[in-house]
């Protein structure tokens, strides 16, 4: 099957600037994840959707964080305006949902955003 | 609250010797606990899991991880290690107090040299 799929690979800008990352799911699984990783910690949950609803966005700054999932499969996040410490991958991972808290998340590549 | 203890930054072992990463968690009910790895440049692959019964479960790659429920941990093992099997891991855990969130430690870097 083929994996998660994320673009791009590396972005650079400058604080105060906007930019979007993309995600395509594994084909089926409704529920989809984005988490930020800072360079020497753990991925970070930002938001959760099951399907094209969010199911958890209670650690996603929402005041330049965005994120949506249109007819339940691609999904973007963007961050406007960016700052600083946005500085991190961040990764897109799906799986299959609904009531199955026991299946395995498949992640994508990751998109490693550096703010200069 | 969850939380998920990974005590050692670092681990470095010889290639052939066993290899061992520790993780210690905290959940308030019963956990669902992985363990995943990512490689250089590249996303969290999904290395195995312990939902429930027996506490040994083996996963990809030789990788095996014992559940003790008195000591709150899941180490990862693998008896005998590879310098492909250098790595960053990362351990994680599920419980139904926390709605079923995913939460990571803070990760280990595995180096194994030949």
């Known amino acids: 099957e083929a994996g998660v799929a994320q673009s791009p690979r590396y972005k650079i800008i400058e604080k105060r600037q906007s930019v979007a990352f993309w995600c395509n799911p594994i084909?089926?699984?409704?529920?989809l994840y984005w988490y930020q990783q800072i360079l020497g910690q753990g991925p970070k949950l930002l938001i959760q959707?099951?399907?094209?609803?969010?199911?958890?966005d209670s650690q996603l700054p929402k005041d330049r964080f965005s994120a949506e999932r249109l007819k339940g499969v691609d999904s973007t996040l963007k961050i406007q305006p960016a700052k600083l410490e946005d500085s991190a991958v961040y990764l897109c991972?799906?799986?299959?949902?609904?009531?199955?808290?026991?299946?395995?998340?498949?992640f994508g590549n990751g998109t490693r955003l550096t703010v200069t | 609250a969850q939380s998920v203890a990974q005590p050692e930054d670092q681990v470095n072992v010889a290639e052939g010797n066993p290899l061992t990463v520790k993780c210690t968690y905290s959940?308030?009910?019963?956990?669902?606990l992985f363990w995943y790895v990512q490689y250089p440049n590249r996303g969290l692959q999904f290395l195995l899991k312990?939902?429930?019964?027996?506490?040994l479960v083996k996963g990809s790659y030789g990788f095996e991880a014992e559940f003790n429920k008195s000591q709150t941990s899941f180490h990862l093992k693998k008896p005998s290690a590879l310098v492909s099997d250098s790595a960053l891991y990362f351990c994680?855990?599920?419980?139904?107090?926390?709605?079923?969130?995913?939460?990571f430690g803070a990760g280990t870097t595995v180096t194994v040299r030949a």
């Open positions: 084909s089926g699984h409704a529920t």
């Open positions: 312990y939902i429930t019964g027996d506490n």
């Open positions: 959940v308030s009910g019963n956990p669902y």
């Open positions: 991972a799906s799986s299959q949902g609904g009531e199955t808290y026991n299946s395995p998340l498949h």
């Open positions: 994680a855990v599920r419980d139904m107090a926390n709605d079923y969130k995913l939460s």
């Open positions: 959707f099951q399907n094209n609803g969010v199911v958890d």
